[in-house]
């Protein structure tokens, strides 16, 4: 089992960069492929980008794509995401989520552990 914590979420301003952190603990982090979530109000929890346990193979929504770099350190055990060019419509809270598999996947249902997520808003 992996227990996983959030930080560095806020408030921001449209433009602004931010990285987010994902501290793991318990099984070895490596062991698993990790992923960030989002889940608006009113919406359903989507992926924003999932990486393999080495770190070699990376996935992101289209909507952040080109703006977001999902990052990983194995002997940190930490996950992390930076995003640029922050926009209102990426207000959500964030989530990071561990698989119990070294490859990636894109359904919420295909991981196993969550943290407890971090707001990140974004004003105008």
């Known amino acids: 089992q992996v227990q996983l914590v959030e930080s560095g979420g806020g408030l921001v301003q449209a433009g602004d960069s931010l990285r987010l952190a994902c501290a793991a603990s318990?099984?070895?982090?490596?062991?698993?492929?990790m992923g960030w979530f989002r889940q608006a109000p009113g919406k359903e929890r989507e992926p924003v980008a999932t990486?393999?346990?080495?770190?070699?193979?990376?996935y992101y929504v289209d909507s952040v794509k080109g703006r977001s770099t999902i990052s990983r350190d194995n002997a940190k055990n930490t996950l992390y995401l930076h995003m640029n060019n922050l926009k209102p419509e990426d207000t959500a809270v964030y989530y990071c989520?561990?698989?119990?598999?070294?490859?990636?996947?894109?359904?919420?249902?295909?991981?196993?552990?969550w943290g407890q997520g971090t707001q990140v808003t974004v004003s105008s």
């Open positions: 989520a561990a698989r119990n598999s070294r490859y990636t996947a894109l359904r919420r249902e295909d991981y196993n552990y």
């Open positions: 990486i393999a346990w080495s770190g070699g193979a990376t």
């Open positions: 318990g099984r070895t982090f490596s062991s698993y492929a």
